[in-house]
T-cell receptor
Framework: GEDVEQSLFLSVREGDSSVINCTYT??????LYWYKQEPGAGLQLLTY?????DMKQDQRLTVLLNKKDKHLSLRIADTQTGDSAIYFC???????????FGSGTQLTVLP | DTGVSQDPRHKITKRGQNVTFRCDPI?????LYWYRQTLGQGPEFLTY????????KSRLLSDRFSAERPKGSFSTLEIQRTEQGDSAMYLC???????????FGSGTQLSVL
């Protein structure tokens, strides 16, 4: 079945860039997503990219997609302490557009 | 746009009891999803409605679980004869015309003692 994998932890210093990586296996994925989850909260949609694109930029966020390698990354520029959270990569396919999520990357921003 | 609303936020129950959760999607969103998230994991898809029709169910949704969306607006998820393994965060999401954007609620945290 479909699988989405992410590294579990990332620490960066405030003001640096963060890069969170994700790989997926489903070649029929239509959209790929990044969600943010803070403790005790639901998931906040940060950004998403259609599978025929290779890059999308939205303010401090840049998504890169390498469809050949099935690799997705999220770059956060000028990372702030408020960016500390768990970041989930997800892919969707099929008519229902249900999402398959990775296990999440815990981003810690150090002052 | 008030966002996806879920009730209750927390539920503690004893093993064997039945529980019911409610989800109010974003107004006019025709698609509604239920997911389950256990500690340290990403959410897993449970089931999906388009309007009032339940169109897809995951194998995770055992026969103790039932979901309804009777008028195509709010939805309920019922778990009968709860087991300790049912302890998890139950998340609801909805999407509208832009079907690719799923918006999640804050979830219901279920603890089965």
């Amino acid at each position: 079945g479909e699988d989405v994998e992410q590294s579990l932890f990332l620490s960066v210093r405030e003001g640096d860039s963060s890069v969170i990586n994700c790989t997926y296996t489903d070649s029929s994925s239509t959209y790929l997503y990044w969600y943010k989850q803070e403790p005790g909260a639901g998931l906040q949609l940060l950004t998403y990219i259609f599978s025929n694109m290779d890059m999308k930029q939205d303010q401090r966020l840049t998504v890169l997609l390498n469809k050949k390698d099935k690799h997705l990354s999220l770059r956060i520029a000028d990372t702030q302490t408020g960016d500390s959270a768990i970041y989930f990569c997800a892919e969707s396919s099929g008519s229902a557009r249900q999402l398959t999520f990775g296990s999440g990357t815990q981003l810690t921003v150090l002052p | 746009d008030t966002g996806v609303s879920q009730d209750p936020r927390h539920k503690i129950t004893k093993r064997g009891q039945n529980v019911t959760f409610r989800c109010d999607p974003i107004s006019e969103h025709n698609r509604l999803y239920w997911y389950r998230q256990t500690l340290g994991q990403g959410p897993e898809f449970l089931t999906y409605f388009q309007n009032e029709a339940q169109l897809e169910k995951s194998r995770l949704l055992s026969d103790r679980f039932s979901a309804e969306r009777p008028k195509g607006s709010f939805s309920t998820l019922e778990i009968q004869r709860t087991e300790q393994g049912d302890s998890a965060m139950y998340l609801c999401a909805s999407s509208g015309r832009d079907n690719e954007k799923l918006f999640f609620g804050s979830g219901t945290q279920l603890s089965v003692l």
